[in-house]
């Protein structure tokens, strides 16, 4: 059944949270629900609409709590679940949905489902995993190569097979043709539906379902050519058969099914698919039974110009009908995209305030990662400091993911950035403590006080919430659209160059009053129009209203 704000995630902003990194109460040098909760003022102060938490359910940390053992538990680094149902009682008075991680593709090795399956060949739980014997000359059933590198299997000498594994092998792949396996999943959704929460993100949400007959990948032409950048073994392949396999839309009805018998509640995948990542996008947000929205990598990549951002919008606009997609730049997965997309001689704080311009004016929802919203750039840390398993393995041709996920910083003049009186986990650096919260606090020029003024004007105009998008030609690096939504028509003009550009208004607007929306932070629209012609500064923007 729906409620009265059943769609509130159409168009809606939000933030993610990554538990360990945001605040440390206890003085472990890790972050913990509580002081989630006493920072969430300052996270509603952005005018944001909902949190994503990041896991924080018992796990042994092999791969920073995406692996989890127990699912209907918090992990005592980050509390109680008590200290859960206070957080979300603390973020439903200041007005916030709150959505939380689920990791159901694979679980821990410890959890006690795959304790149960890998004992024997004949219990109870003996199928909710993917087991397969060896080849004849012991090898691994098939070539399927996991994302960390290396074959997707392990040899399990209790019950003498190999176990899948898409990511750490301490990660072991749940049996989603196991229908017990499905029906225990959801009881654990249900767990946190009744405590409450607003909705899910799910990770890896196409990893669900693998071939059942066990069939080879094939290669992937570009990958064996060495012009794909590979840096482990898993981009050398098309993954026809470990992923996105046709049966997960099955999973995702009954997933939907009981996501309705809870009033105003939704869900947002994490779709990794680096060739069909729009067509599956569109299949699992479509029909209005299956996601209310997904999330890609399309714009999460080192790619930064006009043409790379209209090219993923007009395929999504052309490949989902009915569905909804959700537009992120940077998350706990990904480089910060101000070190991504700051070019040479170019001023971050520049690239940071275009880039939530940018954000916030396309077609969709949006999620921001914690930092973001005070410029921080990637951390550079040494190999003694890494905490992530895929930086540990392969530095350093890879240097992990340890550099967006630094404690996030509040006072600048306290120790660790007011993060917490113990060691961090991970090093707070002296550039990101130069940019803490109580630095940019009232500060007009500030990349938060950006952040605050741009998503208040998102929140002002329906054209930027709910509008459709239509692009205008543009040469150069510069985009430009329109969003509409019933009377309102916004037109949103983009320079992502690194000089000044003119863009010349087409004759279907020459004629039109364009009245510039105004943003009290000095530079961050720094468009100015000109008789016929828009002036862009370097890496700057013109949003008005035409009518």
Same mark, same amino acid.
């Given at each position: 059944?729906?409620?009265?704000?059943?769609?509130?995630?159409?168009?809606?902003?939000?933030?993610?949270?990554?538990p360990?990194?945001?605040?440390?109460?206890?003085?472990?040098?890790?972050?913990?629900?509580?002081?989630?909760?006493?920072?969430?003022?300052?996270?509603?102060?952005?005018?944001?609409?909902?949190?994503?938490?990041?896991?924080?359910?018992?796990?042994?940390?092999?791969?920073?709590?995406?692996?989890?053992?127990?699912?209907?538990?918090?992990?005592?680094?980050?509390?109680?679940?008590?200290?859960?149902?206070?957080?979300?009682?603390?973020?439903?008075?200041?007005?916030?949905?709150?959505?939380?991680?689920?990791?159901?593709?694979?679980?821990?090795?410890?959890?006690?489902w795959?304790?149960?399956?890998?004992?024997?060949?004949? *219990?109870?739980?003996?199928?909710?995993?993917?087991?397969?014997?060896a080849?004849?000359?012991?090898?691994a059933?098939?070539?399927?190569?996991?994302?960390?590198?290396?074959?997707?299997?392990?040899?399990?000498?209790?019950?003498?097979?190999?176990?899948?594994?898409?990511?750490?092998?301490?990660?072991?792949?749940?049996?989603?043709?196991?229908?017990?396996?499905?029906d225990?999943?959801?009881?654990?959704?249900?767990?946190?539906?009744?405590?409450?929460?607003?909705?899910?993100?799910?990770?890896?949400?196409?990893?669900?379902?693998?071939?059942?007959?066990?069939?080879?990948?094939?290669?992937?032409?570009?990958?064996?050519?060495?012009?794909?950048?590979?840096?482990?073994?898993?981009?050398?392949?098309?993954?026809l058969f470990?992923?996105?396999?046709?049966?997960?839309?099955?999973?995702?009805?009954?997933?939907?099914?009981?996501?309705?018998?809870?009033?105003?509640r939704a869900?947002?995948?994490?779709?990794?698919?680096?060739?069909?990542?729009?067509?599956?996008?569109?299949?699992?947000?479509?029909?209005?039974?299956?996601?209310?929205?997904?999330?890609?990598?399309d714009?999460?990549?080192?790619?930064?110009?006009?043409?790379?951002?209209?090219?993923?919008?007009?395929?999504?606009?052309n490949?989902?009908?009915?569905?909804?997609?959700?537009?992120?730049?940077?998350?706990?997965?990904?480089?910060?995209?101000?070190s991504?997309?700051?070019?040479?001689?170019?001023?971050?704080?520049?690239?940071?305030?275009?880039?939530?311009?940018?954000?916030?004016?396309?077609?969709?929802?949006?999620?921001?990662?914690?930092?973001?919203?005070?410029?921080?750039?990637?951390?550079?840390?040494?190999?003694?400091?890494?905490?992530?398993?895929?930086?540990?393995?392969?530095?350093?041709?890879?240097?992990?993911?340890?550099?967006?996920?630094?404690?996030?910083?509040?006072?600048?003049?306290?120790? *660790?950035?007011?993060?917490?009186?113990?060691?961090?986990?991970?090093?707070?650096?002296?550039?990101?403590?130069?940019?803490?919260?109580?630095?940019?606090?009232?500060?007009?020029?500030?990349?938060?006080?950006?952040?605050?003024?741009?998503?208040?004007?998102?929140?002002?105009?329906?054209?930027?919430?709910?509008?459709?998008?239509?692009?205008?030609?543009?040469?150069?690096?510069?985009?430009?659209?329109?969003?509409?939504?019933?009377?309102?028509?916004?037109?949103?003009?983009?320079?992502?160059?690194?000089?000044?550009?003119?863009?010349?208004?087409?004759?279907?607007?020459?004629?039109?009053?364009?009245?510039?929306?105004?943003?009290?932070?000095?530079?961050?629209?720094?468009?100015?129009?000109?008789?016929?012609?828009?002036?862009?500064?370097?890496?700057?923007?013109?949003?008005?209203?035409?009518?």
């Open positions: 059944m729906a409620g009265e704000n059943a769609e509130w995630w159409r168009g809606c902003v939000i933030y993610q949270i990554y360990r990194s945001f605040q440390d109460t206890t003085g472990d040098g890790s972050g913990d629900l509580k002081g989630i909760t006493a920072r969430l003022a300052h996270v509603a102060s952005l005018g944001v609409d909902a949190v994503w938490l990041s896991p924080f359910f018992k796990s042994p940390m092999a791969d920073m709590g995406y692996d989890v053992s127990d699912y209907r538990d918090v992990d005592p680094m980050f509390g109680t679940l008590e200290d859960f149902d206070a957080l979300v009682a603390e973020a439903h008075r200041l007005g916030l949905k709150l959505i939380i991680d689920q990791v159901i593709s694979h679980s821990s090795d410890r959890h006690e795959f304790v149960e399956s890998r004992a024997s060949r004949d *219990n109870a739980k003996t199928d909710w995993y993917v087991w397969a014997d080849k004849p000359d012991g090898s059933p098939n070539n399927w190569q996991s994302l960390f590198g290396g074959p997707a299997w392990e040899w399990d000498a209790t019950r003498r097979q190999y176990y899948m594994h898409n990511f750490l092998a301490a990660q072991p792949d749940l049996n989603f043709h196991t229908p017990q396996v499905q225990a999943v959801l009881d654990t959704v249900r767990f946190w539906l009744e405590r409450g929460v607003d909705g899910f993100r799910l990770d890896t949400v196409n990893y669900y379902v693998h071939d059942r007959w066990l069939r080879d990948n094939p290669p992937l032409a570009s990958s064996i050519a060495g012009t794909n950048g590979a840096t482990t073994t898993y981009a050398f392949q098309e993954h470990d992923k996105t396999r046709p049966e997960n839309l099955d999973f995702l009805k009954r997933f939907r099914a009981l996501l309705d018998e809870y009033p105003d869900a947002v995948g994490e779709v990794g698919d680096e060739e069909r990542s729009l067509q599956t996008l569109a299949a699992y947000t479509s029909g209005g039974d299956k996601l209310q929205m997904c999330y890609t990598f714009l999460l990549g080192p790619r930064f110009s006009a043409a790379h951002v209209r090219g993923c919008v007009e395929a999504f606009e490949a989902v009908a009915d569905g909804w997609v959700c537009w992120a730049f940077s998350n706990h997965d990904v480089m910060r995209h101000v991504r997309w700051t070019r040479p001689g170019e001023y971050p704080d520049a690239v940071a305030k275009f880039s939530i311009a940018l954000l916030s004016c396309l077609r969709g929802s949006i999620c921001l990662y914690q930092g973001e919203e005070l410029g921080l750039e990637e951390a550079e840390l040494a190999y003694e400091d890494l905490r992530d398993p895929l930086g540990i393995r392969f530095w350093p041709g890879v240097k992990g993911r340890d550099g967006c996920r630094t404690p996030m910083v509040w006072e600048a003049g306290a120790e *660790n950035g007011g993060f917490s009186t113990a060691k961090p986990w991970l090093p707070v650096p002296p550039s990101q403590r130069a940019r803490a919260v109580d630095v940019q606090n009232g500060e007009d020029g500030s990349v938060l006080a950006a952040y605050r003024s741009i998503l208040a004007l998102r929140k002002r105009h329906p054209a930027l919430v709910a509008g459709s998008i239509r692009f205008l030609e543009a040469e150069g690096d510069v985009l430009a659209f329109i969003r509409q939504h019933e009377d309102e028509k916004l037109l949103c003009v983009f320079n992502f160059a690194g000089e000044p550009a003119n863009w010349t208004l087409p004759a279907e607007i020459r004629d039109v009053e364009i009245t510039a929306l105004a943003v009290d932070v000095a530079g961050v629209l720094g468009g100015v129009l000109e008789e016929i012609a828009l002036a862009l500064p370097p890496v700057g923007c013109f949003v008005a209203r035409i009518g």
